[in-house]
């Protein structure tokens, strides 16, 4: 699988034995107890969490980083957008809850906090050079889609049809 929009894709196979715990030092988080339903807030990143996409420690990148919560409590975090991305399109390889995602959380291209991830609005970045992120190539999340459009017409090689919502990021934008 290729990483043109999505950053990084972990390039390890399942069978592959790590010395990170019995779940490959993919850091989650439950906030719910049996039956509760989990809070659809962000959170602050543990230092210690593992990105389950990259395995890069997502707590590194306050500047790019992202997490999901499921609908059991479990929590992913990511070291950028491109990540979540991957996350969101391959389910069966990444996922750390067999629920689906309540939330999700991306830091913001211009502002640097977390924003609404399913609710942003993506230019899908393809220039490594353009960004200094801490991936290849990563998604640039905008919570005003206005933004994102400024953002597109200062560049040639973006337009207006290169910005998606979270909807539209399926595999094909992950590969």
């Known amino acids: 699988v290729g990483a043109t929009a999505t950053g990084c894709l972990n390039g ?7 010395d990170e715990g019995e779940d490959g030092g993919n850091e989650t988080d439950t906030d719910a107890g049996d039956g509760e339903q ?3 807030e962000p959170v602050d990143v543990p230092e210690d969490a593992g990105g389950p996409v990259c395995e890069m420690a997502p707590a590194n990148f306050p500047g790019w980083n992202a997490q999901a919560v499921h609908e059991d409590g479990e929590r992913a975090y990511f070291c950028s957008s491109g990540c979540m ?3 969101k399109a391959y389910p069966d390889e990444f996922s750390v809850s067999d629920t689906g995602i309540a939330g999700v959380w991306v830091t913001g291209l ?3 906090e977390l924003i609404d991830g399913r609710e942003a609005h993506y230019a899908l970045e393809t220039d490594a050079e353009r960004l200094d992120d801490p991936m290849m190539t990563n998604p640039a999340p905008f919570e005003v889609r206005e933004d994102a459009v400024a953002y ?3 560049v ?3 337009a207006e049809e290169d910005i998606v919502g979270y909807g539209d990021l399926d595999t094909d934008r992950a590969d």
């Open 12 to 18: 390890g196979s399942e069978d592959e034995e790590t």
């Open 38 to 40: 989990a809070a659809v």
């Open 85 to 87: 991305v991957a996350y």
């Open 110 to 112: 211009e502002t640097r």
């Open 152 to 154: 597109v017409e200062e």
């Open 156 to 158: 040639d090689y973006l």
